[in-house]
Nanobody, 115 residues
Framework: QVQLVESGGGLVQPGGSLSLSCTAP????????MAWYRQAPGKQREVVAQ???????NYSESVKGRFTISRDNAKKMVFLQMNSLKSEDTAVYYC?????????WGQGIQVTVSS
C-alpha cells in the first residue's frame, strides 16, 4: 500500500509562514506528478499546487505568488512553502502522488491561520 506522510502544519498568525513536507518512500517518485490539495470545513477539496515530473509547476490563483512547491527526487519528498498566510488558507492540507489514473493521498495535516 502506498503511504504518503505529511508534516509541518500547525497554527500561524495572518501574514506568517509555514512549510509543509511530504515523503513518499514506497513509490517510483520520479514517475509521479506530486501535488498539494486542501480542504476547508464545508468546502470541497481543491488543488493548491502541483509539480510535474518535468518540474513544470501549476498554482491555483488563490495562492499564486505566496506559495512555492518543490520536490527532491533523491529524497522522495515534496514541499510546500507558504508565505503571507491568510485566514482563508485555513484547511487540512493533503499531499498527493499522481501517475496516470492512479492517485495516492496522505492522511492530511491541519493548517490554521488565526490571530
Amino acid at each position: 500500500q502506498v503511504q504518503l506522510v505529511e508534516s509541518g502544519g500547525g497554527l500561524v498568525q495572518p501574514g506568517g509562514s509555514l512549510s509543509l513536507s511530504c515523503t513518499a518512500p514506497a513509490i517510483t517518485f520520479t514517475m509521479y506528478t506530486m501535488a498539494w490539495y486542501r480542504q476547508a470545513p464545508g468546502k470541497q477539496r481543491e488543488v493548491v499546487a502541483q509539480i510535474l515530473t518535468s518540474s513544470h509547476i501549476n498554482y491555483s490563483e488563490s495562492v499564486k505568488g505566496r506559495f512555492t512547491i518543490s520536490r527532491d527526487n533523491a529524497k522522495k519528498m515534496v514541499f510546500l512553502q507558504m508565505n503571507s498566510l491568510k485566514s482563508e488558507d485555513t484547511a487540512v492540507y493533503y499531499c498527493s502522488a499522481i501517475w496516470g489514473t492512479s492517485q495516492y493521498w496522505g492522511q492530511g495535516i491541519q493548517v490554521t491561520v488565526s490571530s
